[in-house]
């Protein structure tokens, strides 16, 4: 049986002749952006002289040189620290405004308000928090008799932008864990009670079953934005000579284009992000056919 309505006779021509800039601009932005960048990816460029071809030779350096190194170990780095804690963190955020309390409306905008204000914006409002010298947190700590902290140095900064960078995802993951709570029945939880499951029996063994589905599409979310963090570490930690106390990967491509206008290298780092971030998806969608409840 077939459902939906077809476009039939004259309407056929105006569905692909309004579709057709959606069709261009899929063509040419997006496939023709990732071939180009393939291309790039074999060939010296500096985008004043021909490109000329280098073979492996940008790839072979991403294993070389220890700069690229450090930024892919970096970016690994945050992600095993920032996808756990959005995802933990979000969930038991979500699992408290689904509750039935007073005010519960202004709670939510209020963790939901980071997702949608301006990054720049909250990366200048952090940077007057984790300042050294007139920064809000070390003025709680001498005013605690204690000393101050560089927060944003280097044996610190990662552990700050992982907050900061928490700190803005909760909202995002609030209100998708949200949608997968509400959908939850009510009866199993009064079947629960009936049994004398206390509320932490609940939650691990009808709440966190139910809501897998919901778990699944924010870790992915989660990694893929991990992969790609730049707005808040380049705010935050860049210096003086336009590098960075926590370079990442989506750095790096940014400083080998634009600073030594290194396309070539840039291009390989950005297939190399490509291709592992598409490893971890097969492998989460391999994890799901296995632990992920839709039923």
Known sequence: MEYGLRPLGREKFW?????????????????????ATVALSFA????????????????????????LLLSLTNTIKFSAMYVPGVV?????????????????????????????????????????????????????????????VCWLCTENAMYAVV????????????????????????????????DGANGFHQFFNITVPLITPSIFFQTLISTINAFQAY????????????????????????????????YGGASAQAIELTVIVAALMAFYFWLERRYVVYE
């Open 15 to 35: 569905l692909f002749a309004l579709l057709t800039p959606t069709f261009i601009g899929l063509i040419f932005g997006a496939l023709g952006s990732v071939l």
């Open 44 to 67: 010296n460029w500096d985008l004043l002289t021909p490109p000329t071809w280098a073979g492996l030779a940008n790839y072979v350096n991403l294993f070389k040189d220890a700069k």
């Open 88 to 148: 933990i963190i979000s969930l038991l955020v979500a699992v408290l405004m689904n509750r039935k309390i007073r005010g519960v409306s202004l709670f939510r905008t209020a963790y939901f308000l980071p997702a949608v204000t301006s990054a720049v914006a909250t990366a200048l409002v952090w940077n007057m928090i984790y300042g050294k010298d007139t920064g809000i947190l070390n003025f709680i700590l001498e005013r605690l008799g204690m000393q101050p």
């Open 163 to 194: 907050i900061v960078n928490i700190w803005g995802a909760i909202g995002e993951g609030m209100i998708i864990f949200l949608a997968g709570l509400t959908a939850i029945p009510r009866e199993y939880y009064e079947a629960a009670e009936m």
């Open 231 to 262: 707005d808040y570490i380049y705010m935050l930690t860049r210096r003086g000579q336009g590098d960075s106390s926590v370079p990442v990967v989506v750095f790096s491509i940014y400083r080998n284009a634009w600073n030594f206008f290194n």
